[in-house]
C-alpha cells in the first residue's frame, strides 16, 4: 500500500481537501472515491479527514493508497531496468517483444516480465505504462506504480526515436497529416481526412542512397504514427511490411526510442535516460560505413 505526503500552500488555504487532491496533487476523482473506502486513506496532520472538509496553508496531507490488483501472471524472464524509484519504472524493451498479453497468442510479454520482476522484488504491483511501443520497436518504456502516478503522467514523457528507412533522405522536415484506421481493417493505419491529429518531426542524420538514419520526435502519440508517417513521406521504415514492402535490410522494422525526458510527478525533477542504438539496427549501420558513436549521444 503506497503512501503519500504533501504541505498545502498558501493558494490553497480554505479548500476542500478534495479540491486541492485533484488540483494540486494530480489524483483522478476515482482515486479520491477509492481512498474514501481505505481506512486511514486521507489523513490531515494526522486525524482523519473527508474530502469535504477545508485544509488550511502549512498542513500535512496523507494518503495511504489502496492495495493494487495484479491481474497479469508474473514470469521469471530478462528485464533490462534503466530507471526506477517508489513511483517509476523505466525500461529498456528488446525488439520482438510484445508489450501486453493477446488473445490467440501465449508467449510472455513485457507485462508478464514486469509483474514477475516486482513479484521477485516482494512488491506485487500492476503494470501500467505510460507510453507504449509496438511488439518489433525497441527501447525506452516508463511504467507508473500506482494509478494515482500513472494518472499524474498524463503528460506524455517526450521521446526521441532513431529509424532506418528506406531510400535517400536529407534535411529536415515535420508531417503534419491526421490518422486513421484503414478501411476494413483493425490495426492498420493511413494518413487519410477524418484522422486524428497526428504531428511527425524529423530530422535525417546519415545516408548511402539506400537507406537513411533518422532523428524523429512525435507531438502525438497515435498507433504506428512514425511508420505510417515515414510512409506516407515516401520513405518506409526498413523491415516494415505492414506499411512497406523490404525485409532484406532489417527482419523487424527498424524502429528505437532512444531517449525520454519526463517531469517527475512527485519530485517536480525533469529526468533524461538515454538507450544506446540496438544491436541489430547498429550493424546495419556500420556495414553501409554510416555509424557514428555520437548517434549514441545525439539528443
Known amino acids: 500500500m ?15 481537501l478534495q479540491t ?3 488540483r494540486a496533487c494530480g489524483l483522478s476523482y476515482r482515486m479520491v472515491v477509492k481512498l474514501k473506502r481505505v ?30 490488483a495484479v491481474r497479469i501472471e508474473g514470469a521469471d524472464m530478462p528485464l533490462s531496468v534503466v530507471y526506477e524509484d517508489d513511483y517509476l519504472l523505466l525500461v529498456d524493451k528488446p525488439p520482438y517483444l510484445a508489450v501486453h498479453p493477446s488473445a490467440g ?23 501500467r505504462p505510460v507510453n507504449r511501443l509496438d511488439r518489433n520497436t525497441s527501447g525506452l518504456l516508463l511504467a507508473a506504480k500506482s494509478p494515482h502516478i500513472a494518472f499524474a503522467m498524463a503528460q506524455k ?37 477524418g484522422g486524428k491529429d497526428s504531428r511527425t518531426h524529423w530530422r535525417a542524420l546519415a545516408t548511402d ?20 508517417h515515414m510512409a506516407w513521406l515516401g520513405h518506409p521504415l526498413a523491415g516494415d511490411t505492414m506499411y512497406g514492402t523490404d525485409e532484406t535490410v532489417l ?5 528505437h526510442c532512444a531517449r525520454t525526458v519526463f517531469v517527475h510527478p512527485v519530485t517536480g525533477e525533469t529526468v533524461r535516460v ?12 556500420e556495414v553501409r560505413g554510416l555509424w557514428q558513436d555520437e548517434w549514441d549521444e545525439i539528443e
Open 2 to 16: 503506497g503512501e503519500y505526503s504533501y504541505i498545502v500552500p498558501p493558494e490553497y488555504h480554505g479548500e476542500m
Open 20 to 22: 486541492f487532491l485533484r
Open 39 to 68: 481506512p486511514g486513506g486521507m489523513t490531515v496532520d494526522g486525524r482523519p479527514w473527508r474530502s469535504i472538509d477545508r485544509v488550511d496553508a502549512g498542513q500535512r496531507v496523507c494518503l495511504r493508497m489502496p492495495e493494487d
Open 105 to 127: 497468442k501465449p508467449e510472455p510479454t513485457l507485462a508478464n516480465a514486469v509483474v514477475g520482476y516486482f513479484e521477485r522484488k516482494g512488491t506485487p504491483l500492476s503494470f
Open 157 to 193: 514523457p517526450q521521446k526521441v526515436y532513431f529509424a532506418i528507412v528506406l531510400g535517400e533522405l536529407r534535411g529536415e522536415g515535420t508531417i503534419d497529416q491526421p490518422i486513421r484506421v484503414k478501411e476494413d481493417c483493425t490495426i492498420t493505419r493511413e494518413v487519410g481526412e
Open 209 to 228: 542512397g539506400e537507406i537513411t538514419l533518422v532523428r524523429v520526435v512525435i507531438e502525438t502519440g497515435r498507433t504506428h504514427q512514425i511508420r505510417v
Open 251 to 255: 527482419p523487424r522494422h527498424g524502429l
Open 274 to 285: 538515454k538507450s544506446p542504438i540496438p544491436p541489430d539496427m547498429r550493424a546495419v549501420l
